[in-house]
């Protein structure tokens, strides 16, 4: 999840709700989140250093044109993100993905980071299978085959990711996430495994 790790990403979004779960979900994945932004105002003192954006079309009211304009004047990569079906994008920013709001933040990666444009940035594709939600099954078959116990083996992988969190900064770079989190795992069922039992 370290793909991102400094990345400028600009969110300008109205809604502090969904604004708030995207720059989780970035940030989460070592990207430097600048805002989010709820205003074109906003928006606009972020266009030099933004390296990527995510775009709310309609900012209470007002498009957001004008900064996707200067990110593209830039060639900074951005998506529009929108809830509005009838907002009509200007022939000049067509190239842009257009995704609706209920898109989840897997898509909108997808959309912003093709791992063609992402290679030509200097970073490297991001295999987006390596993400801690798909490899969950994987985790709680290795933890039922330490322990045998399906309640233990629930709670270890409970553990496993609760000792994640607090090692991620010690990472290894270069280890997968299933090869990072069966290590994790096995070290805490080597340390506690009989204390999962009860």
């Known amino acids: 999840m370290r793909e991102l790790q400094g990345l400028h990403i600009l969110i300008v979004e109205d809604d502090w709700l969904l604004a708030g779960d995207l720059a989780r979900y970035f940030?989460?994945?070592?990207?430097?989140?600048?805002?989010?932004?709820?205003?074109?105002?906003?928006?606009?003192?972020?266009?030099?250093?933004?390296?990527?954006?995510?775009?709310d079309v309609n900012l209470n009211g007002r498009r957001v044109f004008p900064i996707a304009d200067e990110l593209m004047r830039r060639g900074v990569p951005f998506v529009f993100f929108s809830g509005d079906e009838d907002i009509v994008i200007p022939e000049r920013l067509r190239h842009a993905s257009n995704l609706r709001k209920s898109s989840d933040s897997y898509a909108i990666f997808d959309a912003l980071f093709p791992p063609e444009r992402f290679a030509l940035a200097g970073r490297p594709p991001v295999n987006?299978?390596?993400?801690?939600?798909?490899?969950l099954p994987k985790?709680?078959?290795?933890?039922?085959?330490l322990l045998g116990d399906v309640g233990a083996s629930?709670?270890?992988?409970?553990?496993?990711l609760e000792r994640a969190i607090g090692e991620i900064d010690r990472r290894r770079a270069g280890v997968s996430t299933e090869d990072w989190l069966n290590g994790?795992?096995?070290?805490v069922a080597r340390s506690s495994g009989t204390s999962l039992l009860h």
């Open 128 to 135: 987006l299978s390596d993400n801690v939600f798909s490899l």
């Open 27 to 55: 940030g989460n994945m070592g990207a430097v989140v600048l805002g989010p932004a709820a205003t074109v105002e906003q928006a606009s003192t972020h266009t030099d250093t933004a390296e990527a954006a995510i775009l």
């Open 154 to 160: 629930d709670r270890l992988v409970e553990r496993t």
């Open 139 to 145: 985790l709680r078959l290795a933890a039922r085959l």
């Open 184 to 187: 994790i795992m096995r070290s």
